[in-house]
């Protein structure tokens, strides 16, 4: 029997092979605390230093559009946490992170657990996000294949970033009713890529915060840049793989983000709820008195 792969089991085929091939580890005491910075603290500190981690990225420092700043050091954004290293755990506990949420289904927990020091306090919280327009019988056949058309991989994404509105609203909606708790911060939101299901999560609370959709498109589109030495590496894995025969722009579209995929959400969103701000307080039960509740822990 034909096993599924979701799109995001994907990323864990093409990392499995690379986890050595990891970056010099920066000593754990010269890693950044973020939530010592200050409002003006420098954008360019937003991915932070982790071994096994390649997208764990801090959405402190961007601006509403009333002037107001997001908090650095309360509210990060990940790829999965499977391949941390003994200083990566460390690290986690000294960023002071209580709380952990996992949009991965529970056949990618069960293949990549998340890892974490025996002693954490860290609490995790599984949400899972199976996304069906993703299903692919054999992902590694497909995206080393020459015949996988780049038009076709856009398709594939788009769809999915349409479903995890249409289908998976639930959860989104579990997911910004615990953020109105001010014991979960710090908390980290990841999937598997830190790109798809984590890049539609972190856009909904940027919208509930009033920040500008140029600049949630520029947090989304982030990705493409701080993946860049991973990209690298996994579309080396896939010509060796393909005998160098892979259409490497569709490699490119199925492992990167672009900004018709969101603005595919944003669209299913205006259709079915009319506006952002109507699918935030119908939909995800997120209305003006809720809204405050997140401006208050969540902006300076």
Partial sequence: MTRKLSLSALTLCLILPLLTACSD??????????????????????????????????????QTRDGRTLRWGVLYRSDKLAGLSAADEQYIERLEIRR???????????????RFAPDTSVSVFN???????????????????????????RALMIAANREMIENHTPVYREFMQELLHGSSYPTVFHCTAGKDRTGLAAALVL???????????????????????QMANWLRWIKVGSLFRANEEAA??????????????????????????????????????ERQQLQEHLLY
């Fill in 207 to 229: 919208s509930a915060l009033n920040v500008p959709r140029e600049t949630i498109l520029e947090d989304y589109l982030a990705t493409n840049t701080y993946t860049q030495e």
């Fill in 100 to 114: 952990v949420v996992d949009f991965r289904s529970e056949a990618e927990r069960a293949e990549a657990p998340n």
């Fill in 252 to 289: 490119r579209a199925l492992l990167g983000v672009d900004a018709d995929y969101i603005n595919a959400a944003f669209e299913a969103i205006d259709e079915t709820y009319g506006s952002m701000d109507n699918y935030l307080q119908t939909a995800l039960g997120i209305g003006p008195k």
């Fill in 25 to 62: 580890s920066l000593p754990l005491d010269e890693r950044p605390l973020p939530a010592s910075w200050s409002a003006e603290q420098s954008v360019h500190k937003r991915k932070l230093p982790f071994d096994g981690a390649h997208n764990f990225r801090d959405l402190g420092g961007y």
């Fill in 127 to 153: 949400k899972p996000i199976a996304i069906a327009a993703t299903a692919i019988d054999d992902m590694r056949g497909f995206v080393t294949s020459p015949d996988t058309r780049t038009d076709d991989v």
